[in-house]
């Protein structure tokens, strides 16, 4: 197929004018053909059942269907050649392996028969009449120490009630022995006994002891009890030799016993080995014997050869292209386009949750928005520029607080946000140069004992301030610092607390609120934030006002959320809040200038 052009031609693909480096024209074009037929060959294969699919894509149909065709037909021809090898193969392998088996076989048999002769252990377990299980083996001294242990346990049987039979009437009077009393003999010198006692009596009651009949009476007596005492011995010896006979048969086969056991104890050594010889010739031989069995099966099956692979559907033309499909990749496009659009939506609101625009703290804070606070390189400076864009913005700030409430501009403001660096204290100093431009004296006060940073704005000391107030080290005038703004104060944080929400909540604390707001018109508290911290909650408490800072872009509505909640539910009331470093453009507001033209001309100073 690589050497004809027109396979190419029909997939259209063009023949390669240059050969591959390393590779002649010829199997350059067998290169990229072999390449062609891959990236159109398709295999699919589920596993739930034997069956696989194969197709191929070309942009000829029938050229598509003679491929795949062919492609079964060759896979089909390759395994039963694969198999045939394999057979072969096997049988090969397996002729030497019998070889090798049948010489180990043969070795390990002569090893185990010589060994036999050498020790002269005869195996009887095959022998008439052997009890032995089938399979074990058993030596001549093996079956000979059997029966004679078998004899051993008989005589110490025999030996054991004799001693008991002799060890019973031992000890016992002749005439209590139950042997003896049974004797007829015995029995009948008793009885004569008993007679002539009866007549001695008889007669030493009417005569003396040395009359002739007494003596013969007596003489009688003593001739009848040694006769008695005779016959108990005679039948005590009787019971005994048993018992003597059996003890010195159960010795003399005990040492036998012993003797024939310790050279069996030598042959067992020897039979160990015996088995372990034997052993190998059985292993051997079950290999020889499963390798015999798997030849033959072989040598049976090799000239039949059975193709475990058939084709179930032969491929056909094709009536209808299998790719593209404009409706399907329109529909498709269309679906992954609205997925991904939600994907996007739903990962803006769950990971970008900030505020971003003034819009955003009205419709998601659902509180007032007292001003916009633009971005700025040099915020201090464009702060006391009285129209600058910075400056419109704060005078925003400072018109929507005097209209917040009916009773006017409060008499002082608490400032905070939800964290640092949020440009709470850059707030504070605009918005107190934004009042002062109504002629109206103005204190800031540092309450941010964490990370202190009015002094560094208004360019004063913090030798001493407000914490020295409270701890009555310092009146208030000597704590005051006053500006370039003879109209503007600033009350420092002064020396570091170790606790300052003990500080803060302190009922001194609350004297020093009060002495300020009688001296001047407006207080402005640079608090410390929110999360993390007690101080802004307990001081929000104290002052009439709390204005809330939010840095565009960075705070979560949920962090948010949860600072305004604890104000809210330590006591204090807040007021609006302020959007800080917000940049228009950025957000999708328009230009800088017309945007803070709408949010900065309420009053121009």
Known sequence: MYANESFLTQMNVEPAVTPIIGLSAEETRREQVLRTLQRGLKVDYTGNTRIAQLSFTSPNPKLAAQVANAYADSFIRNNLARKLNTSTYALDFLRGQLTEAQQRLQQSERDALGYARRTRIVDVANAAGSSSQPGQSQSLLSAQLVQLNQAYTTALADRIQAEEKWER??????????EVLANNSVADLLQRRAQILTSLEEQTATRRDDHPAVLQARSQVREINAQIGLLGNNIRNSIRAPYTIALAREKEIANSVETLKNTTLVEQNQGI???????????NRQQYDSLLKRYNELNAEAGVQTNNLSVVDRAEVPRQTSWPRPMLTLLAALIAATILSVIVIIAREQLFDAIRSPDDIE??????????????ENATSDAVAPKSALSEAFSSI????????????????????TQASEGKSNACFGLAHSVTRQGKRVLVVDVDY???NVHKLFGV????????????????EVAVKHTDNDLLDVLTAGTPPPNPTELIS??????????????????????????????????????????????????????????IARIRRGGGHVTGAVLTKFDPGKFGYGSHDAYYYDYGNDERD
């Open 450 to 452: 964490r990370r202190p």
């Open 398 to 417: 400072r018109t929507n607080l005097s209209v917040a409430s009916q009773d006017g501009m409060p008499h002082s403001i608490m400032l905070t946000s």
């Open 169 to 178: 009437i031992r000890l016992l009077p002749t005439l209590q022995i139950p």
């Open 506 to 563: 302190s009922p001194h604390m609350q004297t020093v609120i009060a002495d300020l707001e009688k001296a001047y018109d407006l207080v402005i508290y640079d608090s410390a934030p929110v999360l993390g911290l007690a101080d802004a909650v307990v001081l929000s408490a104290r002052t009439p006002a709390t204005l809330f800072v939010i840095e565009a872009g960075r705070s979560s509505v949920r962090a948010i959320t949860g600072a």
């Open 273 to 283: 080995e015996l088995s372990i010889l034997q052993r190998e010739a059985g292993t």
């Open 461 to 476: 000391a913090n030798d001493i301030g407000l914490s020295n107030v409270i701890t009555g080290q310092v009146e208030i």
């Open 363 to 376: 419709d998601r804070l659902k509180m007032p928005l007292l001003g916009t606070v633009p971005i700025s």
